[in-house]
């Protein structure tokens, strides 16, 4: 059974950067890709980028090029996500996903994880 | 990047009735990359449908994927209560996922 377990809600201030982590259960780190979907109040969902199990990671180039960076610590089995230069449009829930390997759909989801950027 | 388009925004249904609900995306879709997700308030989405038509583990048989090229279709055979949700497309053209704009199934 896969599970992933989000870190909790965060409040940054406008410019600042956040980390957003991810634990994943058993061998999820070294089998999927783990995706980053973030979704606004009210909106839907926006694909953010994902690092596979080599650790390589691509990100969403019209959106977040250089402001995210998607690292794994294989110790915990935990992924974070760090999102730099915030602005009040950055306010979102924050979700990671899995993805089995050229599967291209998003099977177990963590619970999410409010960043709230506000002045 | 391909866009998903999603009609209707909202579909306003009874129980036990037939919703049909459509996504179409601005260039064809790899067949193998478009999904279906249901999102209940204050919840994760959760994976319906993969590969445009095969239901994932659990999905309800009442839930039918179809179509191809441009054209998609999600299938409610008749409306369960706990079927009244978001629902959202998805599909990866190789360099991206993308997602639709949602549908909102509410009660009637």
């Known amino acids: 059974q896969v599970q992933l377990v989000q870190s909790g809600a965060e409040v940054r201030r406008p410019g600042a950067s956040v980390r957003v982590s991810c634990k994943a259960s058993g061998d999820t780190f070294t089998t999927y890709n783990i995706h980053w979907v973030r979704q606004a109040p009210g909106q839907g969902l926006e694909w953010m980028g994902l690092i596979n199990p080599r650790g390589e990671t691509k990100s969403n180039p019209q959106k977040f090029q250089g402001r995210v960076t998607m690292t794994r610590d294989t110790s915990t089995s935990t992924i974070y996500m760090d999102l730099s230069s915030l602005r009040s449009e950055d306010t979102a829930v924050y979700y990671c996903a899995t993805e089995l390997h050229l599967k291209y759909y998003f099977e177990y989801w963590g619970q999410g994880a409010l960043v709230t950027v506000s002045s | 990047e391909i866009v998903l388009t999603q009609s209707p925004g909202t579909l306003s249904l009874s129980p036990g009735e037939r919703a049909t609900l459509s996504c179409r995306a601005s260039?064809?879709?790899?067949?193998?990359?478009l999904a279906w997700y249901q999102q209940t308030p204050g919840q994760a989405p959760r994976l319906l449908i993969y590969?445009?038509?095969s239901r994932a583990t659990g999905t309800p048989d009442r839930f039918t994927g179809s179509g191809s090229g441009t054209d998609f279709t999600l299938t409610v055979s008749r409306l369960e209560p706990e079927d009244f949700a978001v629902y959202y497309c998805?599909?990866?053209?190789?360099?991206?996922?993308?997602f639709g704009q949602g549908t909102k199934l509410e009660i009637k």
């Open positions: 590969g445009a038509s």
């Open positions: 260039q064809n879709v790899n067949i193998r990359s």
């Open positions: 998805q599909q990866y053209d190789g360099s991206a996922h993308t």
